[in-house]
């Protein structure tokens, strides 16, 4: 079965949350959700519960460019987002404005939860987002969770989530919507620190994951998480990271970045 980001597994009385696009035959990239009764909250978390209890599943693989656990999947039960049941009754009402959409987070592995987590591949799902914010039925989101803020200050997450539409309220409930449009980013053929400004200069996918954004210099940014999408075009931002060189461009990878700081917010587009 195909997975892909936003999926989920149990293996070894774990919960593990699929990790972007591309997986090797047989193995799922993932991390640890739910360990030992308990929500992980942060990406360095799980990387050290993986160290610690699985340090065998840890492998380098070309076409992600670092070392990422593999999680067997003849060893796993896939917990498939567009299948899981939903009783909640107002989810099950937010679930009704969009095509092609299931549920994952706490909901997919616990049958229940706080927040809203919702995930398709339909497009015009965003459009859908879009208009239910222009007519108020949703509302911005201007919490912060301080276990949410890895390599973004906390003023810089919460100005990105007033802006956007992928994440907000709905009847007072928190949510988040991932869609994803995967595509083949090419094999890693090395990589180097990176530590510069960078200007963004084009909103190429701006809302669907992974997010890409055209910077100065022919960089390309890249992310697979909410928090680095709908950046609008003239945004300028220092990032401290890893450049990866891959076969057909250069990948800036905001998720692997030590710290992501946003100097100006730009005033273009951001779709």
């Known amino acids: 079965m195909e997975v892909f980001e936003g999926f989920m597994l149990e293996h070894r009385d774990v919960i593990w949350s699929v990790k972007g696009c591309y997986h090797p035959d047989g193995y799922a990239v993932a991390t640890p959700r739910y360990f030992q009764g308990r929500k992980v909250k942060t990406l360095r978390e799980g990387m050290e519960i993986v160290r610690t209890y699985f340090p065998s599943y840890l492998r380098h693989v070309s076409e992600i460019g670092f070392e990422v656990p593999l999680v067997p999947l003849r060893e796993s039960k896939v917990l498939n987002p567009f299948t899981k049941r939903v009783d909640d009754k107002l989810l099950r009402e937010f679930l009704a404005f969009f095509r092609n959409t299931g549920v994952t987070g706490s909901y997919l592995y616990l049958g229940e939860g706080k927040d809203f987590d919702l995930l398709s591949t339909n497009l015009e799902n965003y459009q859908v987002l879009a208009e239910l914010r222009r007519r108020r039925v949703t509302t911005s989101l201007d919490e912060l969770n301080p276990t949410e803020v890895e390599g973004l200050n906390p003023q810089d997450f919460v100005n990105l989530k007033l802006h956007r539409v992928l994440e907000g309220k709905f009847k007072g409930r928190p949510y988040t919507f991932k869609i994803v449009e995967c595509e083949d980013f090419g094999e890693v053929t090395h990589t180097e620190r990176f530590d510069n400004v960078l200007r963004v200069e084009k909103a190429l996918k701006p809302f669907s994951l992974p997010a890409k954004y055209l910077a100065s210099e022919g960089i390309v940014?890249?992310?697979?998480?909410?928090?680095?999408?709908?950046?609008?075009?003239?945004?300028?931002?220092?990032?401290?990271?890893?450049?990866?060189?891959?076969?057909?461009?250069?990948?800036?990878?905001?998720?692997?970045?030590?710290?992501?700081?946003?100097?100006?917010?730009?005033?273009?587009?951001?779709?």
């Open 221 to 271: 940014l890249t992310s697979f998480r909410t928090r680095f999408t709908e950046i609008p075009e003239g945004t300028v931002l220092r990032v401290r990271g890893f450049l990866l060189h891959r076969r057909g461009f250069l990948d800036l990878d905001l998720d692997l970045a030590k710290e992501v700081k946003i100097l100006e917010f730009g005033k273009g587009s951001a779709t």
